[in-house]
Protein backbone atom coordinates (compact mmCIF):
# COMPACT_ATOMS: atom_id res chain seq x y z
CA UNK A 1 0.00 0.00 0.00
CA UNK A 2 0.59 3.75 -0.79
CA UNK A 3 2.63 5.51 2.26
CA UNK A 4 0.88 8.68 3.61
CA UNK A 5 2.27 11.67 4.89
CA UNK A 6 0.32 14.04 7.95
CA UNK A 7 1.09 16.80 9.69
CA UNK A 8 2.35 16.02 13.23
CA UNK A 9 -0.65 18.26 15.21
CA UNK A 10 -2.93 20.77 14.37
CA UNK A 11 -5.20 23.06 15.80
CA UNK A 12 -8.71 24.09 15.53
CA UNK A 13 -10.85 26.93 17.50
CA UNK A 14 -14.71 25.10 17.98
CA UNK A 15 -16.92 26.02 15.28
CA UNK A 16 -15.25 26.37 12.82
CA UNK A 17 -13.66 24.19 10.29
CA UNK A 18 -10.88 21.67 9.94
CA UNK A 19 -8.85 21.19 7.21
CA UNK A 20 -6.70 18.02 7.66
CA UNK A 21 -4.30 17.74 4.90
CA UNK A 22 -2.26 13.99 3.96
CA UNK A 23 -0.02 13.69 1.23
CA UNK A 24 0.52 10.23 -1.41
CA UNK A 25 2.18 10.49 -4.04
CA UNK A 26 2.89 7.51 -4.49
CA UNK A 27 -0.94 6.05 -4.58
CA UNK A 28 -2.19 3.60 -7.72
CA UNK A 29 -4.68 3.83 -9.54
CA UNK A 30 -6.45 0.92 -8.05
CA UNK A 31 -6.06 2.40 -4.26
CA UNK A 32 -8.39 4.17 -2.33
CA UNK A 33 -8.18 6.71 0.29
CA UNK A 34 -9.57 6.08 4.07
CA UNK A 35 -9.45 8.39 7.09
CA UNK A 36 -10.38 6.98 10.44
CA UNK A 37 -9.75 8.77 13.75
CA UNK A 38 -8.92 7.60 17.33
CA UNK A 39 -10.20 9.32 20.21
CA UNK A 40 -8.13 9.23 23.61
CA UNK A 41 -8.61 5.24 24.78
CA UNK A 42 -10.75 3.92 22.33
CA UNK A 43 -10.73 1.98 19.19
CA UNK A 44 -10.39 4.06 15.99
CA UNK A 45 -13.83 4.94 13.89
CA UNK A 46 -14.19 4.67 10.47
CA UNK A 47 -14.77 8.18 9.09
CA UNK A 48 -14.91 7.83 5.10
CA UNK A 49 -12.93 6.87 2.27
CA UNK A 50 -12.77 7.90 -1.63
CA UNK A 51 -11.29 6.38 -4.74
CA UNK A 52 -11.25 10.02 -6.64
CA UNK A 53 -14.05 12.08 -6.43
CA UNK A 54 -15.15 14.17 -3.87
CA UNK A 55 -16.89 12.56 -1.20
CA UNK A 56 -19.22 13.81 1.97
CA UNK A 57 -20.79 11.74 4.75
CA UNK A 58 -22.49 13.18 7.82
CA UNK A 59 -19.73 12.92 9.49
CA UNK A 60 -16.84 15.38 7.20
CA UNK A 61 -15.90 15.88 3.63
CA UNK A 62 -12.94 14.01 1.26
CA UNK A 63 -11.59 16.57 -1.12
CA UNK A 64 -8.58 14.22 -3.40
CA UNK A 65 -7.10 16.51 -6.10
CA UNK A 66 -6.98 15.43 -9.70
CA UNK A 67 -3.86 13.70 -9.53
CA UNK A 68 -4.65 11.50 -6.52
CA UNK A 69 -1.60 12.89 -4.78
CA UNK A 70 -2.86 14.06 -1.69
CA UNK A 71 -6.43 14.82 0.19
CA UNK A 72 -8.16 16.85 2.07
CA UNK A 73 -10.19 15.86 5.26
CA UNK A 74 -12.91 18.98 6.40
CA UNK A 75 -14.98 18.63 9.36
CA UNK A 76 -17.33 21.62 8.70
CA UNK A 77 -17.80 22.72 12.46
CA UNK A 78 -15.49 21.09 14.66
CA UNK A 79 -16.18 20.64 18.49
CA UNK A 80 -14.48 19.64 21.11
CA UNK A 81 -15.28 16.30 20.48
CA UNK A 82 -13.71 16.11 17.65
CA UNK A 83 -10.23 15.92 19.43
CA UNK A 84 -8.48 13.01 18.46
CA UNK A 85 -5.63 11.36 16.21
CA UNK A 86 -6.89 11.54 12.38
CA UNK A 87 -5.22 8.36 10.15
CA UNK A 88 -4.88 8.74 6.26
CA UNK A 89 -4.72 5.46 5.09
CA UNK A 90 -4.00 4.37 1.79
CA UNK A 91 -4.88 0.70 0.57
CA UNK A 92 -6.26 -1.55 -2.39
CA UNK A 93 -9.47 -1.51 -3.19
CA UNK A 94 -9.41 -5.62 -3.71
CA UNK A 95 -7.73 -8.37 -2.32
CA UNK A 96 -7.19 -9.18 1.74
CA UNK A 97 -4.86 -6.48 2.22
CA UNK A 98 -4.65 -4.87 5.79
CA UNK A 99 -5.57 -1.90 7.14
CA UNK A 100 -1.78 -0.33 8.43
CA UNK A 101 -1.58 2.87 10.61
CA UNK A 102 1.08 5.57 10.57
CA UNK A 103 1.47 8.26 13.34
CA UNK A 104 -1.56 10.57 12.19
CA UNK A 105 -2.51 13.88 12.61
CA UNK A 106 -3.27 15.16 16.03
CA UNK A 107 -6.11 17.61 15.59
CA UNK A 108 -6.93 19.40 19.03
CA UNK A 109 -10.27 21.65 19.38
CA UNK A 110 -9.70 24.85 21.32
CA UNK A 111 -13.08 26.57 22.93
CA UNK B 1 -27.23 -4.33 12.89
CA UNK B 2 -24.07 -5.59 13.68
CA UNK B 3 -21.71 -5.11 17.10
CA UNK B 4 -17.84 -6.08 18.08
CA UNK B 5 -17.63 -7.01 21.45
CA UNK B 6 -14.29 -7.05 23.54
CA UNK B 7 -13.52 -7.68 26.65
CA UNK B 8 -12.22 -7.39 29.30
CA UNK B 9 -11.70 -3.67 29.18
CA UNK B 10 -8.81 -3.22 31.85
CA UNK B 11 -6.25 -6.20 32.39
CA UNK B 12 -3.63 -6.18 35.04
CA UNK B 13 -1.19 -9.55 34.74
CA UNK B 14 1.69 -10.45 36.40
CA UNK B 15 4.93 -11.42 34.22
CA UNK B 16 5.07 -14.94 33.08
CA UNK B 17 1.02 -15.20 33.57
CA UNK B 18 -0.86 -16.48 30.63
CA UNK B 19 -3.47 -14.17 28.54
CA UNK B 20 -6.80 -14.63 27.23
CA UNK B 21 -8.66 -11.55 25.41
CA UNK B 22 -11.53 -12.66 23.61
CA UNK B 23 -13.40 -10.81 20.85
CA UNK B 24 -17.09 -11.50 19.30
CA UNK B 25 -19.24 -9.97 16.54
CA UNK B 26 -22.55 -10.24 16.12
CA UNK B 27 -24.59 -9.43 13.04
CA UNK B 28 -22.96 -10.71 10.55
CA UNK B 29 -21.47 -14.02 9.09
CA UNK B 30 -18.11 -15.05 7.62
CA UNK B 31 -16.22 -11.54 8.88
CA UNK B 32 -12.59 -10.70 8.20
CA UNK B 33 -11.03 -10.27 12.07
CA UNK B 34 -7.90 -8.04 12.97
CA UNK B 35 -6.36 -8.00 16.54
CA UNK B 36 -4.21 -5.00 17.08
CA UNK B 37 -1.85 -3.62 19.48
CA UNK B 38 -0.97 -0.26 20.65
CA UNK B 39 1.87 0.42 23.21
CA UNK B 40 1.90 3.47 25.20
CA UNK B 41 2.83 6.65 22.92
CA UNK B 42 3.20 4.68 19.90
CA UNK B 43 0.83 3.31 16.67
CA UNK B 44 -1.57 0.92 15.86
CA UNK B 45 0.27 -2.38 14.71
CA UNK B 46 -1.45 -5.14 13.38
CA UNK B 47 -0.43 -8.57 14.99
CA UNK B 48 -2.86 -11.34 13.64
CA UNK B 49 -5.56 -11.62 10.88
CA UNK B 50 -8.04 -14.34 9.90
CA UNK B 51 -10.41 -14.13 6.69
CA UNK B 52 -12.22 -17.49 7.91
CA UNK B 53 -12.46 -20.18 10.91
CA UNK B 54 -8.87 -21.83 11.84
CA UNK B 55 -7.08 -19.32 9.17
CA UNK B 56 -4.46 -17.17 11.17
CA UNK B 57 -2.14 -15.10 9.80
CA UNK B 58 0.55 -13.44 11.95
CA UNK B 59 1.98 -10.24 10.39
CA UNK B 60 4.24 -9.53 13.57
CA UNK B 61 6.65 -12.77 15.71
CA UNK B 62 6.27 -12.25 18.82
CA UNK B 63 4.94 -13.65 21.96
CA UNK B 64 1.29 -13.56 21.26
CA UNK B 65 -0.84 -16.35 19.49
CA UNK B 66 -4.56 -16.06 17.71
CA UNK B 67 -7.03 -18.94 17.40
CA UNK B 68 -10.18 -18.16 15.40
CA UNK B 69 -12.44 -21.76 17.06
CA UNK B 70 -16.03 -20.18 16.08
CA UNK B 71 -16.86 -18.13 12.89
CA UNK B 72 -17.69 -14.79 14.90
CA UNK B 73 -15.11 -15.45 17.59
CA UNK B 74 -11.55 -14.59 17.55
CA UNK B 75 -9.09 -15.29 20.62
CA UNK B 76 -5.59 -13.63 21.46
CA UNK B 77 -3.45 -15.40 23.49
CA UNK B 78 -0.13 -15.71 25.29
CA UNK B 79 1.27 -18.38 27.62
CA UNK B 80 3.51 -16.01 29.64
CA UNK B 81 3.57 -12.61 29.51
CA UNK B 82 6.66 -10.17 29.14
CA UNK B 83 6.30 -6.90 30.37
CA UNK B 84 6.89 -5.86 26.47
CA UNK B 85 3.06 -7.13 26.26
CA UNK B 86 1.46 -3.72 27.84
CA UNK B 87 -0.48 -2.10 25.55
CA UNK B 88 -3.74 -1.29 24.42
CA UNK B 89 -5.48 -4.39 22.13
CA UNK B 90 -8.13 -3.58 20.04
CA UNK B 91 -10.12 -6.25 17.58
CA UNK B 92 -11.80 -4.94 14.51
CA UNK B 93 -13.88 -6.81 12.02
CA UNK B 94 -14.89 -6.13 8.42
CA UNK B 95 -16.99 -7.63 5.97
CA UNK B 96 -15.87 -10.84 3.77
CA UNK B 97 -17.10 -9.43 0.16
CA UNK B 98 -13.70 -9.76 -1.75
CA UNK B 99 -13.01 -5.85 -2.11
CA UNK B 100 -11.66 -3.91 0.82
CA UNK B 101 -14.20 -0.92 0.20
CA UNK B 102 -15.75 -1.51 3.55
CA UNK B 103 -14.29 0.25 6.19
CA UNK B 104 -13.27 -1.69 9.90
CA UNK B 105 -14.89 -1.56 12.97
CA UNK B 106 -13.27 -1.73 16.10
CA UNK B 107 -13.99 -2.68 19.20
CA UNK B 108 -13.27 -0.90 22.61
CA UNK B 109 -10.39 -2.33 23.40
CA UNK B 110 -8.41 -4.19 26.77
CA UNK B 111 -5.44 -2.14 28.21
CA UNK B 112 -3.11 -4.74 29.36
CA UNK B 113 -1.28 -4.03 32.11
CA UNK B 114 2.00 -6.28 32.95
CA UNK B 115 3.34 -5.60 36.27
Known amino acids: DAKTTQPPSMDCAEGRAANLPCNHSTISGNEYVYWYRQIHSQGPQYIIHGLKNNETNEMASLIITEDRKSSTLILPHATLRDTAVYYCIVRVAFGYSTLTFGKGTMLLVSP | SQTIHQWPATLVQPVGSPLSLECTVEGTSNPNLYWYRQAAGRGLQLLFY??????ISSEVPQNLSASRPQDRQFILSSKKLLLSDSGFYLC??????????????FGSGTRLTVV
Open chain 2, 50 to 55: SVGIGQ
Open chain 2, 92 to 105: AWRPDRGETNYGYT
